[in-house]
Every structure is written in C-alpha cells, then in structure tokens.
C-alpha cells in the first residue's frame, strides 16, 4: 500500500504542475503600465514554489517508497546532517528566498499605493452602492459637485446625490454608467462607497482596493490598450454581489473625447 | 490547615447517568462531547457545501426538501442569490469555529491531554463541564439561525461591518445576523474557560518526572494552542459585543456617517469599518493557528508512531510550535492589504507573515527528514498523518503568494484564497482529526475501527480533495471571483467547466464521508475489542485500559523516566519503550538533543 | 544517536510536592488558574480600549461630556474594599496557622468586603442614573457608549467578585476554606481594583 501512496502522490503532484508548466489558466493579458511589476513577482514566486512543492512531495513520495515494508536486518538510519541540518537548511534557503521576495515585490506595492497620483492625472469618481458602480466626471471646470448623501435617489436616477439647482459645481458633472477612460492617461479615481463596504477591481489593469464606507480612497492607474474590460465586485456585499459590475472602457484619446461629449448631452 | 486536594469530591466515581454521560465534569466524557458536537456540526457544513456546488453548477435544479427548510430561501428547491451567501456564511461560521476548534483542540485535547501528562482530571473540572455546555448552547443559538426570520446571516464568516452592523442591507441580516454574534461571543466564553482549563492543567497538573519538555508533541500543540485560543477570543469577544450594540442600541463602533441604504439615510454616524476587520482579524488570524496546531501535534504524534522512531529533534519542533504561536499574533494584517488600511502598514504585516514560512518549513523538513531510514508502518492514522504533509505543504505554498502585498493585489478575493485556506483548514486540519480518530478511537471507544474501511476512507478522501481544492488555485490565477452565487458574465462563464469537475469531486468526497462515519458508529458497538496498546505506542495514554477508567490511571500515579518518543531503540526487548518504564534508555537523547 | 545497554542515569525529578502539583508554591498562594483567567480579562480591556482610541479618531464627533464626580467616591470605595480585604487575608492566615481560634474578625473583614463591593456596584449605578438625567445615553456619542461599555463591563466583573466572595464565605462558615481559594479570590478582587484604576484614568482623560 505504501507503494501505491508514493506513486499516487508523485501522479498528483506532476499533474498539479501540468497547468501550470501548460499556462493553461493565467492572468489576462496586463493593459497597466506598473501590471508587469506584479506579473514578475508573480512568475518568480510561481518557480520558486512550484520548485519546493515538486520537491517536497516527490521527495516525500521517494521516502515513503524507500522506508516502508523493511526487511529486518534493516537499522534506523539519520537523515545526513540531521536536525542540524534541516533547520540550517531551513532558514538559510526559506530565509532568504521569502525576504528576497518580499523585498523585490515591495516595488510593485509602491508603484500602485505609495505613490500619489500625479498632478496631471485625470480625476474620474466611482461610487459603490448595492449593486452597481457609477462614475461621475467634473465637466469642463474641473470640480466634483459635493454629495448630498439625503438626496441619492435610485428610483429618480439621483446616484451621486448631486443639488444641479443649488450647487454651481454640480451643473457640469457627468454620470455615467461605464467608465471610459483614454489610452495613456493617468487616471486619478476617487473611490466612494454609498451603503457597505465593496470592492473594485479589473484583472487586466491588475488593480484591486476596497470601498470602505465613512474614508476617502482613491487609486491611480494607466491604461495602455485599448478595449472593454470588466469591473467586478470583490469585497461581499449582499445577494447582489455576484452580478455588481461595470466595464471600463479604454479609448484613444478622440474616441474618448466622442464618449464623454455624447454622456455629457445625455445628463 | 493544609493544603488539602481540591478534589475530594471528585475521588468517587460518578452515579447515575446525567452525571456519568450528560452533565459530567470528566475529561474524558467532555471530549467524546466535544467530539461529537463537531462531528454533528461537519455533517452540516458539508451539506451546506454541497448544497454551494449544487447550485453554482446546476443552478436550475431544484434540489429535495430544501423547500421546507426555507421557503423564501429556497422556493420550489431552486436556490436563491442570498440564500447561497447565508449558506456559504453558515458552513464557513460552523466549520471554523464548531468544527476545526472543537474537534482537534477541545475534543481530543480534553481526552488526552491529562492522560498523557500523567493526571487524573483536568485542572477546574466544573469549569470544563461548563465550557462545552456554552459552547452547545452557542450552537444552538447559530443553528436557530436557519430558522428565524428571513434566515441566517449573508456576510460571511467574516461578518464585515457595515453589512453586518445594518439590519437593513439583506435578508438573514436583521435576527440572523443577531443570532450569529450572540452565538460566536457564548463561544468565545466556551473556550476561554476551555483555555483556562487546559493551561493551568499543563502548567500544574504533570505527574512525577514529567517536565514540560518530556511532554508529548500533541500536549505541547493543545498547550500552545491554549495560550493563543485566550488571548484571541479574548479579543473576539469584544468585537461581537460592540457590534450587538452597534445593531440593537444604536451605537456607532463600525457604522460610518452618510450611508444610504435602499434609498434612506442610515441612522448612524462616525463609526470606523476598518475597525471590526482589525479587532476580527487580530482573532481571526490566530484562530487558524488554532484550527492547525492541535493537527500538527497529533500528526508530530502519530508519525512518530508510525516511524518507530523519534524525531530528528523534539526540541525543534517544540520551538517552531511556540514561535508559530508568537508570530500568530503579528500577521492580521495580511488579511487587509487592499483593504484601504495605511498601505505601508501591508509591508509591516509581510514581512511577519513570511517569516512565520521559517518554522512551517522546518516542520515539514523534520517530519519527511524523519521519515527518512525509518521503519514505516502503514495503517489508516499513518496514512491521514502522511497526507497531512501533504496537504499542509500545498496549502502553505499557496498562502506564500498571498503573504506577498503585490501579488495580492491581483489574487485577493479570488479562488486562489479561497483554494488556500481550504487546503490549509478544510483539508490539512481534517486529515489531523481523521488521524487521531484512527489512532485513538480504539482507546476512547474501548473498540478497534475497521482498518479496511478507514485505508478506503482514506484514498478516496485523499485524492477527491486534492481534486477539489487543486483547480480552485487555477480558477484563482484566472481572477475567478469568490463568493459570487452564480457566474453569470462573459469572463466567468467558461470556467464553468472546471466548476463542475470542482462540484462532482465534492459530491463523491462526500459520499467517501460516509463510509467514515459508518466505520465510527459500527466499531463504536461492534468493533474488535480493543488492546491496551494497539500501536506499540510509548506515551502514557498508551498505559491505561481502552476505555480508560473515570480516574484514568486507577489510583495509581505514574512516574517517567524519559521523553515519550523512546523508539527505535536497539537492545530493549521491543522497537520501543514506554514513557514510564525505567527501562534502558537512550543516554545521548535525554539532554543532548541533535540541535 | 548512539545507544548502549546501561542503566537508566538518575532521573531528574523536580522537587516534590504533592502528585496533583509540580511544582512546589508557597503555601496558600493563588492558582495558576486565576492568573490565566486575569491574563484574558486583560486581553478583553485591552481590546476595547484600543477599539476605543481607533474610534476616537474615525470621526469628529467624540463630543466630551462631564465627568461624573461620584466616581472618585466610588474609587476610594473600591480602594478600601482591597484593604478590608487584606485584613481578611491576614486573620485568615492567622486563624489557619491555628495561633487564633475566633473567625468573627475575619469574617468582619470579608462581610466589610463585601459590602463595599456592593456599594461600588451601587455608585456605579448613580454615576449612570445621573448621566441619564442629563440625557446621556449609551447611544448618545462615542464618548459615551464607551463610557457606559467600560464602566458596565467592569461593574460586571465586580459582581462577579462579589460572587467568588460570598462563595469564599459561606467555606469559611462551614470551616472547609482554603488559603489558596482566599488567595485566588484576593487576587481577582485587587485586580478589580487595578483595573478600575486604570479604567478611571483612561475615561478620565478621554470623555
């Protein structure tokens, strides 16, 4: 039976690994100008943990084989080095490899989260609710009208709770549905949650932050293809959630200026 | 005066049945009632969890009698969009809490952790009586659940306010979600007086010449445990407590101001969101330690057992225990890299959450560098015990991703998590408790399992688990969403597929299940009786009749001589020597460990 | 791993006690038990006094109120029931070492605990009615939902004391006490006291 154990855990482990080797399930293509970061990390982490879940189990499967149904003539035997050894071993290669990691990947955290969006980004808002994402634009002069959280309204279509008669700001802003955003652009986006705490993400820009109601987040990003990507949901927010998502869209920068004249006409 | 026993009353057996088998103030039976309130909980979760698979695959099929359980939930047995979260929210509350620390920790710690230091009862017998009937009654309290209102709560596991803290954001949130945090604050009050009971024993309780580092692996795992189970619930506690005052007194700890919910502004201002993720997370992270410790002390145990050999060091895995337990406390963070905290926060957090790899890894490397020249005995607890090593390497290869910030950006909230963790609790922890199932039902139960059956058991459990949770990861790199009811979109859509590879490999896991409790209930009766040592084991609960007597060692006191992994021994008259035989030891082991 | 056939070297027994404990502790001194249980009562104060700083800075809205005075009485009460309850301990260990054979003033002490005990509950309640009258409520702010959290909690556990005390006479009355459960019971009650303490500083200098 032993035998049987070993070579069963070597069949799982090889076809574990065959996806992956296989890139049968991978990431989408990255459309971010910091994506690249994460997806060598990624890569590294993946060679350096397919190495010692391969080893680790062929090993363990080999020792099983070995050790198993012996003959009595047969002596305990050390493993060479010892505990010693082991855990030498252990904190010399694990030591270094986790640091080293985690040192490296502290670039890409920082490139999405220590840094602050720069001065000529784009500012689009978001707003999370049970369960949809808008978007709001500031229009020609450049400023968010203020939410009046008593004045959101979904039946009258009053998402962002916006005062068009009383607040001069507002008059211009624009409401959208979907986020168009042009190639190339620093986008400055404005995170604000309505109800309970959600989450936005898109796989291809490789971008992923809470909506946590009561704080003013934001992240930032670069777009650099074109296409029609989605906006999910990740964080549980009510039975709606597996159907909460938007699309952004990534424009060159005419098609995107045609977008946001025809939202602003339908305001 | 002196200082007379503070267990007089406790020095006659007990009468009657309640007092012998429902209210009993003996470890041993608080055990087997620990035991079996988890086994009765792990029916339901997994129940629940196939009920989740059911309908993300086959989302029109109506499903038998789940229409009675709950109409608005389930009309006509198709299941709805909340009643899939409120199904998912009671299989993750009663797996972690009623389940992985029950079973492992306060099941066969409360059998065997006085046994095996040598002492007849646990330290505050009453204590330990009260702590499993808290804990029934906060059973209770969650199952009701499924019963009120508009059912249980939908926020998951993790119950992330506001969601949990306004009963108006949906169904199961207003008396459900209530339930659900009266439930999990009476559990808290269960396992500190479990805690309580089970580190002042350890500390005070050891019989002659037990030190604490002649300990067993697994005593040492429940005693760490312990430690780590106080000081978390003991933060649990409060947060259940603020968040109750949050939902029924019109308090503000988590609920910020300017929300609006269906359209109306929510009575509540100032609250702080982030905070019930911190002080939930502060015990939540080490929580999981707890749900993992006691399994990687039973299976340090049984290995040894199967080995017929020690260790490479005692002492190390001992350390890597502690420092396990130590670094438990630095990681919560971890859990909230995206979630809008101080971002550099996330670096602090990595760089604990990778370091705590070290002694993981040192773990593995004794147990397979162990396993190296040693005379492997194959019966069904060696097998869960090497599985678990198995297990527990791909579960913690896959939480290295997760530890680094970067790369959690692209995986948090994906599959790959939830692949992670169910590597990790739902599969790793399991095969802990089926291991010492295997190991110590003949000495609970005074009967032998049938070994058939368990080898059985264990094949098909080992390879359906891996086929269930190894495809998660893909989905996970994929950006396959987690706890989405359904996958209706474009991007989602063609994963479907593994989806029901993932549901039918669930489905016949479970029916492996039942084979498990089949094997449990028949020998429980009708099994071979069993042997005092049926294992060749050499730790004192190895010295007792199967069962034990109410005072476990019959009045006697046992006294030992050495450390309880005196295996591989050449020149004594077996493989092995008992932890309280003088007989020849060896000389160099005793003080001079490898290290 | 070197193994030889020789006799076992003398074993390392720690110094006796009796077999139900290791090691040995001065006699009458409290459990390990109690220690654990103060270890988590700790952790849970803890736990909401840094919930309570996070709070303090989410929002603008602590809103500070007036400090009842009756809890600096309420505190020498507290204060005075520990020191009552020291004299306790002391004619009980009086009593057991078998010098004095009249329990009347140990039992005067421990009554005198006891109902200290009581009137610390009771002025806590005054501290609460009279916040009422000034329409403070637990909902009312931050400032004061942690109020009443602590000072409930608290008052709670002090009841609770007051329990282990009325458990730790009616022994004495049937002559069957330990030193070691006066000793636990002690230990709980003074660190009620402590806990009040700090409790009165923090609130003191946040509400």
Same mark, same amino acid.
């Given at each position: ?56 189990? @062929? ?32 904190? @010399? ?114 971008? !992923? ?7 003013? @987040?934001? @992240? ?32 060159? !920068? ?8 025809? !939202?602003?006409?339908? !305001? | /005066? ?85 199904? /998912? ?32 009862? #646990? ?9 499993? $009937? ?35 954001? %949906? ?43 002649? /300990?067993? *692996?697994?005593?040492?795992? $429940? ?5 780590? %189970? ?22 503000? =700890? ?26 939930? $997370? ?24 199967? &080995? ?10 001992? &350390? ?71 297990? *527990? ?8 991703? *997760? ?17 992670? =963790?169910?590597?990790? #609790? ?9 291991? %010492? ?6 000495? /609970? ?38 706890? &989405? ?32 409790? &089949? ?58 020597? #008992? ?17 | ?64 109120? +007036? ?25 009980? +260990? ?114």
């Amino acid at each position: 039976m032993a035998k049987l154990v070993a070579v069963t855990l070597a069949l799982i482990t090889i076809a574990s690994a065959v996806p992956i080797l296989a890139h049968i399930w991978v990431p989408p293509a990255d459309i971010s100008t910091h994506g690249h970061l994460i997806d060598e990390q990624m890569s590294d982490t993946m060679a350096e943990a397919g190495i010692c879940f391969i080893a680790a189990q @062929l090993i363990l499967a080999a020792f099983i084989w070995m050790f198993s149904n012996r003959k009595p003539g047969d002596k305990i035997k050390n493993f060479p080095g010892g505990a010693k050894g082991l855990v030498t071993a252990a904190f @010399l290669l694990v030591g270094t490899e986790v640091l080293a990691l985690g040192f490296f990947g502290t670039r890409a955290w920082a490139d999405v989260f220590l840094t602050p969006a720069s001065a000529n980004s784009m500012p689009v808002q978001v707003q999370a609710g049970q369960f949809a994402f808008y978007f709001r634009y500031p229009g020609p002069d450049g400023k968010f009208g203020p939410i009046h959280p008593d004045k959101i309204n979904e039946a009258s279509q009053n998402i962002f709770g916006l005062d068009v008669d009383n607040d001069p700001d507002s008059k211009d802003d624009i409401v959208t549905a979907e986020m168009g955003v042009p190639m190339n652009k620093e986008i400055h986006l404005l995170m604000h949650a309505k109800d309970v705490g959600h989450s936005f993400y898109v796989r291809e820009l490789r971008m !992923q932050q809470d909506f946590v109601p009561g704080l003013d @987040l934001s @992240l930032h990003f670069t777009a650099t293809k074109v296409g029609r990507y989605e906006i999910v949901c990740t964080q549980l927010c009510g039975l709606g959630h597996y159907n909460m998502k938007a699309y952004l869209n990534v424009m060159s !920068q005419p098609d995107y200026d045609d977008w946001l004249k025809k !939202q602003a006409s339908m !305001q | /005066m002196h200082d007379v026993s503070a267990h007089l009353a406790h020095h006659t057996p007990p009468q009657g049945f309640i007092r012998k088998y429902i209210f009993s103030v003996d470890h041993k039976v608080i055990g087997k009632q620990y035991y079996g309130l988890g086994l009765f909980a792990v029916v339901i979760g997994m129940v629940l969890s196939w009920l989740m698979r059911i309908h993300l695959v086959w989302p029109n099929f109506a499903i038998p009698g789940l229409k009675w359980i709950s109409s608005a939930g389930a009309p006509g047995g198709i299941i709805t969009p909340e009643y899939y979260l409120q199904l /998912m929210t009671m299989h993750g509350t009663l797996m972690v809490f009623f389940v992985l620390t029950n079973v492992p920790f306060a099941g066969f710690g409360n059998y065997f952790l006085p046994i095996q230091i040598g002492a007849d009862d #646990m330290a505050f017998p009453r204590f330990n009586m009260m702590s499993f $009937w808290v804990t029934f009654v906060g059973f209770c309290v969650l199952f009701a659940a499924f019963f009120v209102g508009d059912g249980p709560p939908l926020s998951g596991w993790t119950a992330y306010a506001p969601l949990s803290a306004i009963p108006g954001t %949906g169904p199961g949130q207003a008396m459900g979600q209530t339930l659900w945090a009266i439930s999990i604050a009476t559990f808290c009050i269960g396992q500190l007086l479990g805690s309580l009971n089970f580190i002042t024993t350890t500390l005070d309780f050891r019989t002659k010449g037990m030190t604490l580092m002649r /300990m067993p *692996l697994c005593t040492w795992a $429940w005693f760490i445990t312990s430690c780590i %189970g106080l000081l978390a619930f003991a933060v649990l506690l409060p947060a259940c407590i603020l968040l109750i005052l949050d939902r029924v007194a019109g308090t503000s =700890f988590f609920i910020p101001s300017n929300l609006v919910v269906s359209d109306q502004l929510v009575n509540h201002s100032g609250g702080s969101p982030l905070l019930w993720q911190h002080l939930f $997370w502060f015990f939540g992270h080490p929580e999981v330690y707890i749900a993992i410790l006691p399994a990687v002390g039973i299976v340090s145990h049984i290995l040894v057992n199967s &080995y017929r050999r020690p260790l490479l060091s005692h002492k190390a895995v001992i &350390y890597c225990l502690m420092a396990i337990g130590f670094l438990s406390f630095m990681v919560w963070g971890h859990h909230m890299f995206v979630s809008g905290m101080n971002p550099f926060s996330a670096l602090v957090f990595s760089f604990p959450t990778l370091v705590i790899t070290i002694p993981f890894t040192i773990l593995t490397l004794i147990w397979i560098g162990s396993l190296y020249g040693s005379n492997l005995q194959i019966n069904s607890a060696s097998l869960f015990a090497l599985g678990f090593i198995s297990m *527990l390497v791909t579960g913690g290869i896959s939480g290295f991703f *997760l530890a680094q910030p970067s790369i959690d950006i692209y995986l948090h909230g994906t599959y790959f998590v939830v692949g992670h =963790f169910h590597m990790v #609790m739902g599969v790793a922890a399991i095969f802990g408790m089926f291991a %010492g199932t295997y190991f110590w039902a003949s000495k /609970m139960f005074g009967r032998m399992m049938n070994e058939t059956l368990g080898k059985i058991h264990f094949w098909g459990t080992f390879v359906g688990t891996y086929c269930i949770f190894m495809p998660f990861h893909y989905l996970g790199l994929v950006g396959n969403v987690r706890r &989405y009811s359904a996958f209706v979109d474009d991007y989602l859509a063609p994963l479907i597929p593994v989806h029901k590879f993932i549901s039918i490999a669930a489905l016949f896991t479970g029916a492996v299940q039942l084979i498990f409790l &089949y094997n449990l209930t028949y020998s429980r009766f009708k099994g071979a009786p069993a042997p005092v040592n049926p294992w060749n084991g050499t730790s004192l609960e190895w010295t007792v009749p199967s069962p034990p007597p109410w005072d476990n060692f019959g009045g006697r006191h046992p006294v030992v001589y050495h450390d309880p992994y005196q295996y591989g021994i050449e020149g004594s008259s077996g493989d092995y020597v #008992m932890q309280d035989s003088p007989e020849q030891i060896q000389t160099v082991r005793e003080d001079k460990d490898l290290i | 791993m070197a193994t030889t056939l020789q006799p076992p070297p003398p074993t390392k027994f720690p110094s006796s006690g009796s077999r139900r404990r290791l090691k040995p502790r001065e006699p009458g001194g409290p459990s390990t038990g109690i220690w654990v249980g103060l270890a988590a009562i700790t952790m849970t104060f803890a736990a909401f006094t840094s919930a309570m700083v996070v709070r303090q800075g989410s929002a603008n809205d602590w809103r500070h109120f +007036a400090f009842p005075l009756i809890l600096y009485v309420n505190t020498l009460v507290l204060v005075a029931s520990s020191l009552t309850l020291q004299m306790a301990r002391r004619r009980f +260990a009086v009593l057991a070492s078998g010098v004095e054979q009249n329990v009347q003033p140990a039992f005067r002490a421990l009554y005198g605990t006891l109902f200290l005990g009581c009137l610390f509950v009771a002025g806590q309640s005054a501290a609460w009615l009279q916040l009422r009258s000034e329409g403070i409520y637990l909902a009312s702010a931050p400032s004061s939902s942690f109020f009443y959290v602590f000072t409930v909690l608290h008052a709670l556990h002090v009841v609770g004391g007051v329990f282990g005390l009325a458990y730790v006479i009616s022994k004495l009355h049937r002559g069957a006490l330990r030193l070691g459960t006066l000793s636990a019971a002690s230990l709980y009650w003074h660190f009620m006291g402590l806990l009040w303490l700090y409790l009165l500083v923090v609130l003191r200098f946040r509400i």
